[in-house]
Nanobody, 128 residues
């Protein structure tokens, strides 16, 4: 059972930056073969896809997030990252790390139902 632990959330003012991390353990297969993603969920709203990475040349972002957010992974450390810049109050949400094996072009669709493993989430709060 893959374990995912997020960190790096916090409270920032609008325009600020945060870097989220997601450490994976209990990996059954090679970490680089997992499709890794970030989702977020604001109170009263559905969980939505933020970004997904299959490999360095296979990345996708949720609507309107590309340009402000950047997803990356360090396969040697089994760690996923999300760099968030120019944060807005509407970015306030619980951010979740998710994983699925095997990876593939299909996971670029960023669908919640496609991911089998989830972390507990890290809260991001952006004040105006």
């Amino acid at each position: 059972q893959v374990q995912l632990v997020e960190s790096g959330g916090g409270s920032v003012q609008a325009g600020g930056s945060l870097r989220l991390s997601c450490a994976a353990s209990e990996i059954t297969f090679t970490y680089s073969d997992y499709c890794m993603a970030w989702f977020r969920q604001a109170p009263g709203k559905e969980r939505e896809g933020v970004a997904v990475i299959v490999s360095d040349d296979s990345i996708a972002y949720g609507d309107s997030l590309k340009g402000r957010f950047a997803i990356s992974r360090d396969n040697a450390k089994n760690t996923l990252y999300l760099q968030m810049n120019s944060l807005k109050p509407e970015d306030t949400a619980m951010y979740y790390c998710a994983a699925r094996w095997p990876g593939g072009s299909w996971c670029r669709n960023l669908k919640v139902a496609d991911f089998a493993y989830w972390g507990q989430g890290t809260q991001v709060t952006v004040s105006s």
